[in-house]
Protein backbone atom coordinates (compact mmCIF):
# COMPACT_ATOMS: atom_id res chain seq x y z
CA UNK A 1 0.00 0.00 0.00
CA UNK A 2 3.22 2.57 0.87
CA UNK A 3 4.92 1.60 -2.17
CA UNK A 4 1.58 2.66 -4.35
CA UNK A 5 1.44 5.93 -2.55
CA UNK A 6 5.04 6.58 -2.84
CA UNK A 7 4.34 5.79 -6.52
CA UNK A 8 1.95 8.36 -7.27
CA UNK A 9 3.65 10.66 -5.17
CA UNK A 10 7.17 10.59 -7.15
CA UNK A 11 5.29 10.51 -10.21
CA UNK A 12 3.02 13.49 -9.23
CA UNK A 13 -0.16 11.35 -9.92
CA UNK A 14 1.34 9.65 -12.94
CA UNK A 15 2.67 13.29 -14.24
CA UNK A 16 5.96 11.29 -14.36
CA UNK A 17 4.62 8.08 -16.73
CA UNK A 18 4.77 10.62 -20.07
CA UNK A 19 7.13 8.99 -22.48
CA UNK A 20 8.18 12.65 -23.48
CA UNK A 21 9.43 15.24 -21.66
CA UNK A 22 7.58 14.24 -17.97
CA UNK A 23 9.99 16.79 -15.84
CA UNK A 24 8.65 19.90 -18.36
CA UNK A 25 5.36 18.47 -18.28
CA UNK A 26 5.45 18.39 -14.30
CA UNK A 27 6.79 21.87 -13.96
CA UNK A 28 4.00 23.50 -16.34
CA UNK A 29 1.49 21.54 -14.33
CA UNK A 30 2.88 22.83 -10.82
CA UNK A 31 3.36 26.35 -12.57
CA UNK A 32 -0.17 26.12 -13.67
CA UNK A 33 -1.21 24.91 -10.35
CA UNK A 34 0.68 27.75 -8.42
CA UNK A 35 -0.77 30.28 -10.68
CA UNK A 36 -4.19 29.19 -9.73
CA UNK A 37 -3.92 29.08 -5.97
CA UNK A 38 -1.96 32.24 -5.71
CA UNK A 39 -4.13 34.35 -8.74
CA UNK A 40 -7.66 32.84 -8.97
CA UNK A 41 -8.36 30.99 -6.01
CA UNK A 42 -6.17 33.75 -3.60
CA UNK A 43 -5.42 30.78 -1.18
CA UNK A 44 -2.99 31.90 1.64
CA UNK A 45 0.69 32.09 1.08
CA UNK A 46 1.72 30.46 4.11
CA UNK A 47 -0.39 27.07 3.73
CA UNK A 48 1.68 26.71 0.58
CA UNK A 49 4.66 27.07 2.77
CA UNK A 50 3.86 24.79 5.26
CA UNK A 51 2.59 22.58 2.89
CA UNK A 52 5.64 22.46 0.45
CA UNK A 53 8.10 21.79 3.85
CA UNK A 54 5.55 19.04 4.28
CA UNK A 55 5.66 17.65 0.68
CA UNK A 56 9.47 18.02 0.64
CA UNK A 57 10.21 16.28 3.86
CA UNK A 58 7.94 13.36 2.89
CA UNK A 59 9.83 13.56 -0.82
CA UNK A 60 13.04 12.63 0.31
CA UNK A 61 11.63 9.43 2.23
CA UNK A 62 9.33 8.26 -0.18
CA UNK A 63 12.43 8.96 -3.21
CA UNK A 64 14.43 6.98 -1.50
CA UNK A 65 11.93 4.13 -1.04
CA UNK A 66 10.89 4.47 -4.71
CA UNK A 67 14.72 4.40 -5.97
CA UNK A 68 15.49 1.59 -3.90
CA UNK A 69 15.56 -1.23 -5.98
CA UNK A 70 15.91 0.27 -8.86
CA UNK A 71 19.74 0.40 -11.23
CA UNK A 72 18.87 4.24 -12.38
CA UNK A 73 19.16 6.25 -9.34
CA UNK A 74 17.21 9.61 -10.85
CA UNK A 75 14.86 7.61 -13.15
CA UNK A 76 12.49 9.87 -15.12
CA UNK A 77 9.43 9.31 -14.10
CA UNK A 78 10.28 10.39 -10.43
CA UNK A 79 8.97 14.25 -10.67
CA UNK A 80 8.14 15.57 -7.11
CA UNK A 81 11.44 17.27 -7.23
CA UNK A 82 10.46 19.24 -9.86
CA UNK A 83 7.31 20.51 -8.09
CA UNK A 84 9.82 21.60 -4.78
CA UNK A 85 12.30 23.38 -7.13
CA UNK A 86 9.75 24.98 -9.61
CA UNK A 87 7.73 26.06 -5.88
CA UNK A 88 10.78 27.74 -4.51
CA UNK A 89 11.09 30.15 -7.19
CA UNK A 90 7.10 31.00 -7.29
CA UNK A 91 6.56 31.20 -3.74
CA UNK A 92 9.36 33.25 -2.97
CA UNK A 93 8.16 36.07 -6.10
CA UNK A 94 4.38 35.71 -4.42
CA UNK A 95 5.70 36.63 -0.76
CA UNK A 96 8.53 39.51 -2.11
CA UNK A 97 7.83 43.09 -1.49
CA UNK A 98 5.24 42.25 0.45
CA UNK A 99 2.38 43.75 -2.33
CA UNK A 100 -0.77 42.12 -4.26
CA UNK A 101 0.86 40.88 -7.82
CA UNK A 102 -0.86 42.29 -10.56
CA UNK A 103 -2.22 39.60 -12.98
CA UNK A 104 -0.61 40.39 -16.30
CA UNK A 105 2.80 41.03 -14.50
CA UNK A 106 2.68 37.59 -12.50
CA UNK A 107 1.19 35.64 -15.49
CA UNK A 108 4.73 37.18 -16.81
CA UNK A 109 7.24 36.07 -14.35
CA UNK A 110 5.48 32.86 -14.11
CA UNK A 111 6.42 32.22 -17.69
CA UNK A 112 10.12 33.75 -16.90
CA UNK A 113 10.10 31.61 -13.65
CA UNK A 114 8.89 28.20 -15.76
CA UNK A 115 11.80 28.39 -18.69
CA UNK A 116 14.01 29.47 -16.24
CA UNK A 117 14.22 26.71 -13.64
CA UNK A 118 13.48 24.58 -16.93
CA UNK A 119 17.17 26.09 -18.18
CA UNK A 120 18.61 25.50 -14.82
CA UNK A 121 17.96 21.96 -14.29
CA UNK A 122 18.33 20.47 -17.75
CA UNK A 123 21.71 22.20 -18.01
CA UNK A 124 22.97 21.67 -14.36
CA UNK A 125 25.35 24.48 -13.75
CA UNK A 126 27.49 24.20 -10.74
CA UNK A 127 26.24 23.51 -8.02
CA UNK A 128 23.44 21.77 -9.53
CA UNK A 129 25.68 19.51 -11.17
CA UNK A 130 27.26 18.65 -8.10
CA UNK A 131 24.44 17.14 -6.55
CA UNK A 132 22.99 15.57 -9.66
CA UNK A 133 27.05 13.55 -10.02
CA UNK A 134 27.55 13.51 -6.49
CA UNK A 135 24.83 11.56 -4.57
CA UNK A 136 23.16 8.98 -6.14
CA UNK A 137 20.12 8.98 -3.76
CA UNK A 138 17.00 10.94 -2.43
CA UNK A 139 19.41 14.03 -1.84
CA UNK A 140 20.84 14.33 -5.23
CA UNK A 141 17.61 13.76 -6.72
CA UNK A 142 15.83 16.49 -5.09
CA UNK A 143 18.53 18.73 -4.19
CA UNK A 144 19.43 19.46 -7.90
CA UNK A 145 15.93 20.66 -8.13
CA UNK A 146 15.95 22.80 -5.32
CA UNK A 147 19.58 24.30 -6.36
CA UNK A 148 18.10 24.85 -9.44
CA UNK A 149 15.01 26.82 -8.38
CA UNK A 150 17.31 29.23 -6.48
CA UNK A 151 19.06 29.96 -9.31
CA UNK A 152 16.29 31.01 -10.68
CA UNK A 153 15.82 33.45 -7.99
CA UNK A 154 19.03 35.05 -8.54
CA UNK A 155 18.26 35.20 -12.03
CA UNK A 156 14.91 37.08 -10.82
CA UNK A 157 16.23 39.24 -8.44
CA UNK A 158 18.88 40.04 -11.52
CA UNK A 159 16.17 40.11 -14.26
CA UNK A 160 13.66 42.81 -11.91
CA UNK A 161 16.69 45.20 -11.18
CA UNK A 162 17.49 45.43 -14.67
CA UNK A 163 14.08 46.22 -15.14
CA UNK A 164 13.70 49.24 -12.60
CA UNK A 165 17.11 50.61 -13.68
CA UNK A 166 15.94 50.84 -17.30
CA UNK A 167 12.15 51.16 -16.86
CA UNK A 168 12.46 54.60 -14.71
Do not use: W
Request: net charge positive; hydrophobic share 50%; proline share 4%.
Amino acid sequence: MIEKINKYFVTMFGLGKFKKIPGTIASFTTTVILFLYFHIFNFPKDFFLFFLIIVTIYAFIAVANYIKSKNNKDPKEVVIDEFIGQSIPIYLYEISHGTEKNFEDSFYFYLIMFMTFRVFDIIKPFPVSYFDKNFKNSFGVIMDDIVAGLYVVLFLIFFMTIKIYFTI
